[in-house]
């Protein structure tokens, strides 16, 4: 079964950084695409970056790019988002998504596992 278990959330200032952490388990992910994706209070939940575990091929919205880092450590089977020069209007609750065949990364539809997100607050 696999498991996503997210960390790293919490409150910054704006112009902060925080490192959010997704740890997998329950499969060898090495074919995986990994994804975060955010959801504010009363908006949809929204794209922010995904990785092909193999190759490395990232993407991002465009919203997050230049700011936003998305990478994997293979040896501890976790995603990681470095986030810097954080902005209000990334508070959300940060969610990491998992799935073996993902056609458009940017689509939730496409990601069967989710973990259990992690609150972001970047005050003004």
């Known amino acids: 079964q696999v498991q996503l278990v997210e960390s790293g959330g919490g409150l910054v200032q704006a112009g902060g950084s925080l490192r959010l952490s997704c740890a997998a388990s329950?499969?060898?992910?090495?074919?995986?695409?990994m994804g975060w994706f955010r959801q504010a209070p009363g908006q949809k939940r929204e794209f922010v970056a995904a990785i092909r575990w193999s190759g490395g091929s990232t993407y991002y919205a465009d919203s997050v790019k230049g700011r936003f880092t998305i990478s994997r450590d293979n040896a501890k089977n976790t995603v990681y988002l470095q986030m810097n020069s954080l902005k209000p209007e990334d508070t959300a609750v940060y969610y990491c998504?998992?799935?073996?065949?993902?056609?458009?990364?940017?689509?939730?539809?496409?990601?069967?596992?989710w973990g259990q997100g992690t609150q972001v607050t970047v005050s003004s």
């Open positions: 998504a998992a799935d073996l065949i993902v056609g458009v990364v940017a689509a939730t539809y496409e990601y069967d596992y």
């Open positions: 329950g499969r060898t992910f090495s074919s995986y695409v």
